[in-house]
């Protein structure tokens, strides 16, 4: 994997990343002149018990441009300049124009005192383009291309993640505009975290409590009983496995992991790797094959914190959230869902498997 | 408040409250002549520590049916029946007839065993039907209306709480097919939990530790914050307020609540339970108004589980979540909301609470 790292005129970070040396002048384009104004914050929610980030400016982020116009595509007439330049990268990163959370600018005024406590959303949002290819999409990615980004979503965990107060890095993909997205340019999102966030806050405290009365992972250990049992297993390579999980919360949901436990994609060796990015392409194209169109969902990479300490409680996964829970009925989070956070589900897990088992893909 | 007790042909318990007696012959009609098959389970989800329910038959549950059909309309002709009958009352309330949380049948068969641990979905849900015009809304009922249908969740909280394995009932509405809603008249939903589930157990974990370190309500102190501040206040009367939050989550969240302390809808006086619907309707009426149009939300009423334990820590509150952050723009929940429980906002709750604000309404 190479590397090359640059600055866009208005400040922010772009990283190329590609299978070959990248040489060459390589100028960072920008469709923004200036530098953004504004600093997101934080605001703690008493009743919860969590943060919630304020970015007032996002109201004018790009939403569903004409067709004409891609951000994510590379700049070919200068005067109109996107987000990418024209080189021979495979897969780009760059900090997000209208971050969530931000790294604290020198000089920023101070966030404003409130009746909850208050601090400056210290972090950062990156957008990774995952191919130049505007119409094609991650899981029609040749596998040596998903193993790159696999390796890519390690290089931020590792540069992102040893940045001061960064407490946690997390890899995601919103896909179709059944979930909001608003460039369909293959590309996903990494945002770096100054807490650890309530989803992965309660996933260590379960996985560690398991750790610590079995000294076994508990994913680990859930994997195993998943190939055991079977039947709802969608991929078994010698590393990596892919399967509807048995508690799944979302009709279609997936997920995908090392067989064996991998604390996160820093630590992933390159046979791993290898049959992790056959395990995701054979998932995402059985999802495209199932009703023969683009099959939205959000997918996220859980991994354990950036805090320095050893973690062996964490195992890297995706777990993938489809909106759709028949060909024409979406799945709407609702009263209970939302209000209680206790899932109810109109469809067997084992039922949705035997449909996406039934899908045949060639790798 | 007067309550009348039948039971459908199919089994099913249907209870009719109303100002005034009911009185004479009246015969609860279903839809449906057999009595359900099949019963909803729960699987532990390990990973996030929490229990997933599964009701396979409702997958052929009612879907937009086409507008001759409301199954929530009065029985006009008895060769086709509704869940309702032609009769004097104001409210009604009956079992879902596909729950996602049931009574254990006797003679039912046990849960399968699986690679998590599993259980009956022990638990009920019920359909509260506010009012018998089909075309009105919650906001648009008289006061004495919306007294009446506190005083329902009250009585549904005592009679359902007491029975065996309740653990916490939840009253919510879903309005507008922005959420899913496919019954437009108006009507919520009461689910019963065997369990705390997740978000009322975070609450009353957070409450609890402000109870014991101030011997204050955690919300109580907040109400009187946001009072104090003024800038995001909707409604203020002698015993009821309502607010967008400091901490808001959704663009246009609110929150209502009697300003004194009461943990759940059994406990409110006569003038806490008048000015609470006040303050309801006020915010009914300010979201149809702000774009003249019906606003569409889910609004879940928190309160004390229904363990028997005094929980001088819980606050009955409603908190309000409607999906649009402007007037043609959802709020998706995506990748760091669904994934990381963390949310990002892009505006800030002192303007979309000024937006509220200069909506006039008369009451």
């Known amino acids: ?13 772009l990283t190329l990343y590609a299978h070959a040396p990248l040489e060459g002048d ?6 923004f002149a200036e530098p953004l104004a504004g600093a997101p914050h934080l605001r703690w929610h008493p009743l919860r018990g969590e943060w919630v980030t304020y970015a007032a400016y996002r109201q004018g982020r ?19 300049p996107t987000e990418l ?22 000089g920023a005024a ?60 997390l890899p995601f993909e919103n896909r179709g505009a059944e979930v909001g997205v608003t ?28 750790w610590q009365e079995h000294q076994r992972g508990l994913l680990a250990d859930h994997i195993q009983a998943e190939l055991r049992d079977g039947r709802r297993v969608l991929y078994q390579g010698p590393h990596a496995a892919a ?26 060796g390159a046979a791993q790797r290898a049959d992790l990015a056959r395990a995701l392409k054979t998932v995402l194209l059985k999802y495209d094959g199932l009703w023969q169109r683009p099959f939205p969902y959000l997918m996220a990479w859980y991994q354990a914190p950036t805090d320095g300490e050893p973690h062996p409680e964490w195992h890297l996964h995706a777990q993938i959230y489809p909106p759709y829970r028949t ?37």
């Open 1 to 13: 994997m190479y590397r090359r790292e640059l600055l866009k005129p208005d400040g922010r970070r």
């Open 26 to 31: 390589i100028a960072a384009p920008s469709p």
């Open 62 to 80: 790009t939403f569903l441009p004409p067709p004409e116009y891609n951000p994510l595509a590379v700049t070919v007439d200068p005067a109109n």
């Open 85 to 106: 330049p024209d080189a021979a990268w495979d897969v780009a990163v760059f900090d997000n124009r209208f971050p969530s959370l931000a790294p604290v600018r020198e």
């Open 110 to 169: 101070p966030v404003p005192s409130m009746i909850v406590p208050s601090a400056p959303a210290a972090g950062q949002c990156e957008v990774v383009v995952f191919a130049k290819d505007p119409k094609g999409s991650l899981g029609a990615l040749p596998l040596p291309h998903i193993e790159l980004l696999l390796q890519v979503w390690g290089d931020r965990t590792e540069q992102v993640g040893q940045r001061e107060g960064i407490a946690y890095v």
């Open 183 to 210: 460039l369909h340019h293959p590309h996903g999102q990494i945002y770096a975290y100054p807490v650890l966030p309530p989803v992965p806050a309660r996933m260590q405290q379960q996985a560690l409590a398991h």
């Open 243 to 268: 399967f509807v999980p048995v508690c799944a919360r979302y009709p279609y949901e997936v997920w995908i992991a090392p067989i064996e436990p991998v604390r996160d994609f820093t630590r992933l």
């Open 327 to 363: 060909r024409d009925r979406l799945k709407y989070l609702a009263g209970t869902e939302i209000a209680a956070g206790f899932f109810a589900m109109d469809a067997l897990p084992e039922d949705k498997a035997a449909e996406l088992q039934q899908v045949e893909v060639r790798i």
